[in-house]
């Protein structure tokens, strides 16, 4: 299957410092991206989508303002948690579709996200 | 909202025997429905998936089937493996003028040798 690299895996930041997470689609181009925030134990929590070159649609709830989307091209998202508190603490996922007629997304390895 | 909803939460069989998760989503314009296998601190990984026009698709040991009418989809696993053993995820997928996805809270399968 297509191949998703989410960077870093683990971060630990300092509450008020912003942390970006990447993720790219490596052998493919993904014209949609997902992305989630999974609590230990718990299911896949869609964040927002984001689609190559327009802005990106938030789930009702996550403030657009403090989880900053780019989806700048074809084969790269970045989700930037601004002005980040330990509440924000969690696990971050990314997915990517080719959106050619193959409806499969493929997962990032996911970002553990610790602010102290 | 949409929302899909997964029983049971948690799940434990003996090796051997056939362990089923059933979901239901509430979007009508839902059209895709993958099934996830996640192990614990990795990420999800596809398993099986059905579409909107079709009721059942089976992958060796796995199989999935869809009742459009009733909203609700099945996940079956037959002479399950303690290899199986992870937190399984429904979700339901709507692909129209823009993609919208909701998973399912998660199903912990436990098998035990």
């Known amino acids: 299957g297509a191949v998703v690299s989410q960077h870093p895996s683990r971060v630990i930041c300092k509450s008020g410092t912003s942390v970006k997470i990447e993720c790219r689609s490596l052998d493919f181009q993904a014209t949609t991206m997902f992305w989630y925030r999974q609590f230990p134990k718990q299911s896949l929590m869609l964040m927002a989508t984001s689609n190559e070159g327009s802005k990106a649609t938030y789930e009702q709830g996550v403030e657009k303002d403090k989880f900053l989307i780019n989806h700048a091209s074809l084969t790269l998202s970045t989700l930037t948690v601004t002005s980040a508190h330990p509440e924000d603490s969690s696990f971050y996922i990314c997915?990517?579709?080719?959106?050619?007629?193959?409806?499969?997304?493929?997962f990032g390895q996911g970002t553990r996200l610790t602010v102290v | 909202g949409e929302n899909v909803e997964q029983h049971p939460s948690t799940l434990s069989v003996q090796e051997g025997d056939s362990a089923v998760i059933k979901c239901t989503y509430s979007d009508s314009a839902s059209n895709y429905f993958p099934w996830y296998k996640q192990e614990l601190g990795k990420r999800p990984q596809l398993i099986i998936d059905?579409?909107?026009?079709?009721g059942e698709k089976k992958d060796q040991r796995i199989a999935v089937t869809l009742n459009k009418t009733a909203k609700h989809f099945s996940l079956h696993i037959t002479e399950t493996q303690p290899e199986d053993s992870a937190v399984y995820f429904c979700a339901a997928y709507t692909f129209t003028s823009y993609d919208k996805v909701i998973f399912g809270p998660g199903t912990s399968l436990s098998v035990i040798p």
């Open positions: 059905i579409r909107s026009n079709v």
């Open positions: 997915s990517a579709e080719t959106g050619l007629g193959n409806t499969e997304a493929f």
